[in-house]
């Protein structure tokens, strides 16, 4: 690897494929806390019976980390710039495991509820500090194709999670939250592999430098809507056989692991494409998400579902390193933790807001599948402006490294 792959002022030091590889892997964290404990909610619910407000309550469980994510990265990535992506980065994984792992002993469905709030302020840490070393470690084409893998393995490890939330589930509600005990085995690999780039001298001495917010609020503000679409067929996919009487589990759970492999393929894709920027990809990615979206809102029978959905898994696929490449393209290293958290807290508070907003509109639209179809019509206007505005020179790219 060349030294215009790491920041100039760590050109001593250059991080390779097992740096990446840790850092991908603290990167599926997040999704562990979002669906590792989805298939036991039932089993929580009948728990907790007895409890005032327990209808409310468990779903919160499941939620709550993404909302907490939204809510505080942009100030983890302010900790990130002034003082220091690894300390902060390993404090986080230790706080995860243990408030990640506290519904073990904890009796109480608000003390529980409580944790997982936690465990989304260390998710927060946690994805803000991996996603902006990866910036930090490599540039051009190597970092998109770094970010093209966070995108391919977090969508693996979401598959991957909700089997094995059901499996250990199998033993209890209580059995699936040991998961959470994994991050303490990065601990030691990240302290002893990972560094946190140097500042130097002059850039310690003049305090923050200015994020460019005006250029950083179109991939941001695109991104909220991104992440929006993007989790429509994780979130509602389920929903959507059911109404078609599809109701066998093994035939659900295929159905899900082929839609997850489309997502997969749209990351790997952008990978081999990514030169080709936002100006190309958001139109081309927003568009294959709203035919797919719209194919699944007509449709009326499992095949034609589960082809609709792996178009738009596709397109979504190629939609979220594009989003992220994007955002980091216009901020330099002083600004890559504020950037990033920023950036990150869009994206989950548009995961946090895809189910409600699904659900309300579905209200005003006579079901899940009029909801689908308004996204679908949402998502093609999206691949409308993004392609006019590229077109026009109106997109805001930058190439800082």
Do not use: N
């Amino acid at each position: 690897m060349s030294t215009s792959s790491v920041p100039v002022s760590e050109v001593t030091r250059r991080a390779g494929r097992f740096q990446g590889v840790l850092l991908l892997l603290g990167s599926c964290l997040p999704i562990l806390g979002a669906v590792l404990i989805a298939p036991v909610l039932p089993d929580i619910q009948d728990h907790f019976a007895g409890v005032a407000g327990a209808e409310a309550l468990v779903p919160v469980a499941l939620t709550i980390p993404a909302l907490a994510v939204g809510l505080l990265a942009p100030f983890a990535g302010r900790i990130v710039d002034a003082v220091d992506r690894k300390r902060l980065l390993l404090g986080a994984l230790a706080v995860y495991a243990i408030v990640g792992t506290a519904p073990l002993w904890l009796d109480s469905l608000p003390a529980i509820v409580a944790s997982r709030a936690l465990v989304g302020v260390t998710e927060a840490a946690i994805m803000t500090c991996c996603t902006t070393l990866l910036g930090d470690y490599f540039s051009g084409a190597a970092r998109d194709r770094w970010l093209a893998l966070q995108t391919v393995c977090t969508a693996l490890a979401a598959t991957l999670f909700f089997v094995l939330g059901g499996a250990l589930g199998s033993a209890g509600w209580r059995t699936p939250f040991w998961a959470y005990a994994v991050s303490l085995v990065l601990v030691p690999l990240m302290a002893l592999f990972i560094w946190s780039p140097a500042r130097g001298d002059a850039v310690a001495g003049r305090g923050l430098v200015p994020v460019p917010w005006r250029l950083l609020a179109a991939p941001v503000g695109v991104t909220l809507f991104g992440a929006i679409v993007f989790y429509v067929i994780p979130v509602e996919f389920s929903f959507v056989l059911d109404e078609l009487g599809v109701t066998a589990t093994s035939t659900i759970g295929l159905a899900t692991a082929i839609t997850s492999l489309a997502t997969v393929a749209g990351a790997l894709t952008f990978g081999r494409v990514s030169r080709r920027g936002p100006v190309t990809l958001l139109p081309v990615a927003f568009a294959l998400v709203a035919v797919g979206l719209g194919v699944v809102a007509a449709s009326g029978s499992m095949p034609v579902a589960v082809g609709g959905a792996s178009i738009s898994s596709y397109g979504a696929g190629l939609l979220l390193p594009t989003l992220l490449t994007w955002a980091m393209s216009v901020l330099s290293f002083e600004q890559r933790g504020r950037g990033t958290g920023t950036w990150t807290a869009s994206f989950f508070i548009g995961q946090f807001v895809c189910p409600l907003l699904v659900l309300a509109l579905g209200a005003g639209t006579g079901g899940l599948f009029g909801a689908i179809g308004v996204l679908a019509v949402a998502a093609a206007i999206a691949a409308l402006a993004s392609f006019t505005a590229s077109r026009a020179g109106h997109l805001p790219v930058g190439a800082a490294e």
